[in-house]
């Protein structure tokens, strides 16, 4: 069964610093992986999505990388702004159906 | 602009209420889908759809009922059975699995559902 970790639960930096986010995932066998944003009380913003196929995506200051092989992904973040604080939560999609399986995800704090 | 629109975005319900919570889709995607969040645990898949008329239980489908009569819409009802229905409920769609390229998810804004 594909279970999807995120460490940290929780991470607090100051502003400016570059930060990476880790997603690890049991099963090799996934379609795409999406890494998402949710601010308090809201719903999810996409930020990536990378297919097994490939090996990184960017979005301006946002990197996010796929390893199958190792069952890891990480989200780097560069300059962090305080405005980046929220919760990033990935999602794997597996091969077979069309469910997402979450990480219950790294909630990350900017300090100013 | 094109997205997905949940409805109301605060909700209370007494003890033996069934509620129904609207999501409402305009990015023409076929598969559509209901997650409950609770506080430090992952969303879990409460139902989804991949065409009109047919649906699929995720996970902790127990008390909750679907419908998908429209491809734009998929309402989900937490009945009176639902046992601990207090939880933030999220819709999202995504392009069909087997279509060419991009099948990234889209969220809406999220229902906060209180028993009181």
């Known amino acids: 069964k594909q279970e999807v970790t995120q460490i940290p639960a929780a991470l607090s930096v100051p502003e400016g610093e570059n930060l990476v986010l880790n997603c690890s995932f049991t099963?090799?066998?996934?379609?795409?992986l999406q890494w998402f944003r949710q601010d308090p009380g809201k719903g999810l913003t996409s930020l990536l999505l990378i297919q097994s196929s490939q090996r990184e995506q960017t979005s301006g200051r946002l990197n996010a990388s796929l390893d199958k092989s190792s069952g890891r992904s990480t989200l780097y973040i560069a300059a962090s702004q305080p405005g980046d604080s929220a919760t990033y939560l990935c999602a794997v999609r597996l091969d077979s159906n069309y469910q997402l399986i979450w990480g219950a995800g790294t909630k990350l704090i900017i300090k100013p | 602009d094109g997205g997905i629109t949940q409805s109301p975005k605060y909700l209370f319900r007494k003890e033996g209420q069934n509620v129904t919570l609207s999501c409402e889709q305009n990015?023409?995607?076929?598969?559509m889908y209901w997650y409950r969040q609770d506080p430090g645990q992952g969303l879990r898949l409460i139902y989804y759809s991949q065409i009109v008329n047919d649906f699929q239980k995720g996970d902790i489908a127990e008390g909750y009922s679907v419908s998908r009569e429209k491809k734009e819409s998929f309402p989900l009802t937490v009945t009176s059975a639902q046992k601990n229905p207090t939880a933030f409920y999220l819709c999202a769609s995504s392009p069909l699995l087997r279509a060419e390229g991009n099948t990234e998810a889209f969220f809406g804004q999220g229902t906060r559902l209180t028993v009181v």
């Open positions: 990015l023409n995607h076929d598969a």
């Open positions: 099963d090799s066998a996934i379609y795409n």
